[in-house]
């Protein structure tokens, strides 16, 4: 066990709606990181945010966007969902950002949409 | 820009074999390297990083791996496979900002 906690485990949707991911950090990690993992695109950062900030975006899609709040936890919003969007979304924390920083990661949320 | 390649998408190894898995990384910089385990339907594990110093490094689960500057390569190897650590493995590099750029995985299966 990480530490790091997502719900739900398990989404599945229709094309069109719009869902949120929630992740809550290990206890102290000030900074969390989105990657998606997909079948042709493998593990893909999305964003990292840094005490409520964000820090660094990746390839994160327009219709996507996420948050960080004062209690750390974060929400990945995705909206206008397309059959592409099917995939393993893991949040994953780190104790503070900059360089060779270990993340921990959480089990994932598996979105299926159909 | 940093990328990570690992050459073997699949690897079959016998129980009590020893194991190497492959991985090259491009960065400009001294790199921060990882690697990660996903047993199916799991989340990353981490096994083992290198920052700097010593160039091979000790890990959970009996495992290690060797930096090596000159190849741009970072192998993990195992000197005796267990049934229990069929699964997929993921090379990474830590980039600026602290984002990790992922190799493809390779998908390690043990056989009895």
């Known amino acids: 066990d990480s530490g790091v906690t997502q719900t739900p485990k398990h989404l599945i949707t229709a094309t069109g709606q719009r869902v949120t991911l929630r992740c809550s950090p290990r206890?102290?990690?000030?900074?969390v990181y989105w990657y998606q993992q997909s079948l042709d695109q493998g593990l893909q950062f999305l964003i990292q945010y840094y005490n409520g900030e964000e820090r660094a975006k990746g390839n994160i899609l327009e219709r996507f966007s996420a948050q960080q709040f004062p209690d750390l936890h974060s929400e990945l919003n995705l909206s206008s969902l397309e059959l592409g969007d099917s995939a393993l979304y893991f949040c994953a924390s780190s104790l503070t950002s900059g360089g060779g920083r270990e993340q921990f990661f959480g089990p994932g949320t598996r979105l299926t949409v159909l | 820009a940093q990328s990570v390649t690992q050459p073997d998408i699949h690897i079959t190894v016998s129980e009590g074999a020893s194991l190497e898995l492959r991985c090259n990384y491009s960065?400009?910089?001294?790199?921060?390297l990882f690697w990660y385990v996903q047993s199916p339907g799991q989340g990353l594990q981490l096994l083992l990083k290198y920052f700097s110093g010593d160039t091979l490094v000790q890990g959970i689960k009996g495992f290690e791996a060797e930096f090596k500057r000159s190849q741009s390569s970072f192998n993990l190897r195992k000197p005796s496979v267990h049934w229990s650590d069929a699964a997929e493995y993921f090379c990474?590099?830590?980039?600026?900002?602290?984002?990790?750029?992922f190799g493809a995985g390779t998908i390690l299966r043990v056989k009895s």
């Open positions: 990474a590099v830590g980039a600026r900002g602290n984002k990790l750029v």
């Open positions: 206890s102290g990690d000030l900074s």
């Open positions: 960065y400009g910089a001294t790199p921060y």
